[in-house]
C-alpha cells in the first residue's frame, strides 16, 4: 500500500499520517514503559553482579522495563562472532539468564532483550553448519558489513531454526520486550539476477515471523533497531511497537532526526533515550537537562550506566522519569507542533493535547543567537481564545547560565493561545547546549 499526506505546513502533513496510523487496532495503547537499555552502559561486558547494581539503580529512578542488550548468546565476546548461535552462553551465564532476569521483575520492571535474528557471523557455529543458509546473489559471499552476513529467512530450514529458537527464548523466560537489530543493509545480497526476489521473500519471511511470535506471545513487544532509524517503514512498524530512532544519542543529532522521523512516526514509538554526560557517539559533553529535554517528545527512556552516578545526580534523573511519566498520555494521543522561528540557532518544539487543554514545548539553544535580541518563541496549535497559564518546568527554571532571566517565567503568565501562537514569549538568552521546557496549561 502507499500513503500520502497534505496539510498546512509539515505539523499538519504528519497529523494525518500519525492520526492514520493511531487508529489501528493493534496499536500501544498502554503507557509506554520507561526504558533502561544496557547498551552503552556494560556493551559486551556482562556480569552479573555488575547488571543487577544497574538494575537497582534503574528501579531507584523510576525504571519500568530493563533490556539486556548485546553479548548475552554463545561466544558473544565482540562483534565479530556468534551472531546466529541463539543460545545463552554458559560460560557467562552459567544458571542462564534466570538470576538476573528474576532480580529485575522482582524490582518492579518487565524485562527486555536484544536479538538480531536476521544476521550471521562468518565466525559461528550456524555459518559454519549451514554456509547454504546465508542470503547471496552469486557463489561467492557478499563482503562481510560489521563482520555479518545476512541470514536466507525464505529458506525453510533457516526459518524454522531462527523461529524455534526465539519460540524457546520466549517460552524459557519471561521477557516482555525483544530489541529486535539489523545491522547491515541488503544491497550485496541482492546483487546479481533475480536479487530483488530474493530480498522481497526474505522479507516476506520476516513478516511471517513477527506475526508468529505476536499471535505466541500477545503481550510481548518488539522494537525494531536496524542501527537506529536504518528499517523504518510501513511493513516493519505494522508489526512492531517501537523503532529506536538513531544510534546517536548526542541530543543536538538527535533534535533533526527525531523532527524529520516524526513527520510519519508517532512520538510514542519513537525511542528517545536520556544518556551519558560523554557522548559515545560524538565525543561531546552535554548536561543532563539539554539530553532529557530531548528525549521528552518520544518514548522516554535512559542509556547510561547509572551505577556510576551519585545519589545527586540519580535524585535530578528520578525528577526526569517522573515528569516524564506526567507526560507521555499526552504524547502518545497528542499533536506534535514544529515551530518556525526566526534565529537558527533556537529549536522549539512541543505536544498539544488532543483536547488542547494543555501542551509541552522544548526551547533548546543550538547555536549563539544570530542577533540581538532575539526574536520572541511562538507556541501554536492551542485554541485562540482560550486563557493558558505558562510557566518554565521547575527541572529547568533557573537554567538561563545566569544571563538575562526569564521575566516572563518567573511570574505567573497567563496568555490566550492567540497571543501564543503569534506573538508568543521572548526565549531565555543563553548559551549554546541549553534546554527549557515550558507547560501549558489552560486555566479553568
Known sequence: PVMGSWGDGLSELSHRFHDEW???PQHPSRPRPITLNTWEAVYFDHDLARLTALADAAAEVGVERFVLDDGWFLGRRDDTAGLGDWVVD???WPEGLHPLVDHVRDLGMEFGLWV???????DSELARRHPDWILRGRTDLPPSARQQQVLNLAHPDAYRYISERLHALLEEYPIAYLKWDHNRDLVDAAAGPGGGARVHATTLALYRLLDELKAA??????ESCASGGARVDLGILDRTDRIWTSDSLDPLERLPNQRYTGLVVTPEMMGAHLTTPHLHTSGRTVDLELSAAVALIGHFGIEWDLTGTDAATRARIADWVRYAKTLRGMIATGRPVHVDGAD??????GVVAADRSQAMFTIVQTATDA?????????PGLDDDRLYRVTVSPLTRGHDAGQSPLQWAATDTVLTGRQLSIVGVRPMVQQPQRAIVVDVVAVV
Open 116 to 122: 538480531e535474528p536476521e544476521m550471521v557471523n562468518p
Open 90 to 92: 554458559p560460560v557467562v
Open 217 to 222: 506471545h500477545p503481550a510481548l513487544e518488539i
Open 22 to 24: 493511531r487508529a489501528r
Open 371 to 379: 542577533a540581538w535580541p532575539p526574536g520572541r518563541v511562538r507556541m
Open 344 to 349: 537558527p540557532g533556537v529549536d522549539v518544539r
